[in-house]
């Protein structure tokens, strides 16, 4: 009878997808998948949770408060006759912050996920019509160059002219007591 053992065998775990709090309504459930659907199953870990939780929820009074400002519009009259200005136009304006901070965080956003290495190689591999002037040149031409200004600037060296003095505007003690 033989035996047959698997010592080189790796198991592996599925990746699960991050659940959204079950006390949410079923509109915020449904933004938090949308969310984590969008990426891979192992792109969000259980770490980011909270931070998550955070991000839909300052998209969901982000949307909510953004239908108020359209229906309401930007300025509002109180029963005297007097405008001010709407309260949901402060909230949309924070909540859009927080998704901004919140998203970078969690590297929604693409450019927030690209590492500057990344940045550093796909810079080297753009056309060179984007490239800035300065990476134009070639590296044998900058050697030329400098070999150049070296054979014009050995020359003998140049003795520096004196300065002459200006007069001095201030007067002495001697022309003070005259």
């Given at each position: 009878?033989?035996?047959?053992?698997?010592?080189?065998?790796?198991?592996?775990?599925?990746?699960?997808?991050i659940p959204p709090p079950s006390r949410w309504p079923e509109r915020k459930k449904r933004l938090f998948r949308a969310i984590t659907g969008a990426f891979a199953l192992d792109y969000f870990k259980a770490s980011d949770r909270p931070v998550l939780i955070a991000y839909?929820?300052?998209l969901d009074l982000h949307e909510l408060a953004s239908?108020?400002?359209?229906?309401e519009g930007a300025v509002l009259t109180d029963r005297t006759g007097r405008k001010y200005a709407n309260p949901a136009a402060a909230i949309v304006s924070q909540a859009a912050a927080r998704i901004a901070s919140l998203g970078g965080k969690l590297r929604i956003h693409p450019a927030?996920?690209?590492?500057?290495?990344?940045?550093?190689?796909a810079a080297k591999r753009a056309p060179s019509a984007i490239r800035p002037p300065w990476e134009y040149r070639d590296r044998?031409?900058?050697?030329?160059?400098?070999?150049?200004?070296e054979?014009?600037?050995?020359?003998?060296?140049?003795?520096?002219?004196?300065?002459?003095?200006?007069?001095?505007?201030?007067?002495?003690?001697?022309?003070?007591?005259?």
């Open positions: 009878m033989s035996s047959t053992r698997h010592d080189n065998v790796v198991t592996l775990r599925a990746a699960r997808a839909c929820e300052a239908a108020q400002l359209d229906a927030s996920r690209m590492r500057s290495s990344d940045a550093y190689v044998d031409e900058e050697a030329e160059e400098a070999a150049q200004a054979r014009y600037f050995d020359g003998p060296p140049v003795k520096p002219r004196p300065v002459p003095k200006k007069p001095s505007t201030r007067r002495t003690k001697k022309e003070n007591d005259k």
